[in-house]
């Protein structure tokens, strides 16, 4: 969630490979726009989408991974996973309030 320039989900899709894909939203159409003209130059494979990434991403779902690079004023913790998902544990998360560990 959040494309921005395109930067971070090229090299996602780097990183997954021919077998893995990247899907990315972007909330901003303007900013989806041009992440879309630097996305193409590179011809890296990332499927691009406008949308509020916060309502969820039900086209193409079940995501293996969510990375989201964006600010966020609410994290809904019931869609956050807290298990394991084929092996990975979830990252650690902190928000602003939370109190130190």
């Given at each position: 969630?959040?494309?921005?320039?395109?930067?971070t989900?090229?090299l996602?899709?780097?990183?997954?490979?021919?077998?893995?894909?990247?899907?990315?939203?972007?909330?901003?159409?303007?900013?989806a726009?041009q992440?879309?003209?630097?996305?193409a130059?590179?011809s890296?494979?990332?499927?691009?989408?406008?949308?509020?990434?916060?309502l969820g991403?039900a086209?193409?779902?079940?995501?293996?991974r969510?990375?989201?690079?964006?600010?966020?004023?609410?994290?809904?913790?019931?869609?956050?996973p807290?298990?394991?998902?084929?092996?990975?544990?979830p990252?650690?998360r902190?928000?602003?309030?939370?109190?130190?560990?």
């Amino acid at each position: 969630m959040g494309t921005g320039t395109g930067w971070t989900a090229a090299l996602l899709s780097h990183l997954a490979g021919e077998d893995g894909a990247v899907t990315s939203i972007e909330v901003d159409a303007a900013v989806a726009e041009q992440a879309a003209k630097n996305l193409a130059v590179t011809s890296v494979p990332v499927r691009l989408l406008v949308g509020d990434g916060a309502l969820g991403c039900a086209d193409g779902a079940s995501y293996d991974r969510v990375h989201v690079t964006c600010a966020v004023h609410t994290v809904l913790i019931r869609r956050w996973p807290t298990e394991e998902v084929h092996g990975r544990k979830p990252a650690h998360r902190r928000c602003r309030g939370d109190e130190a560990d």
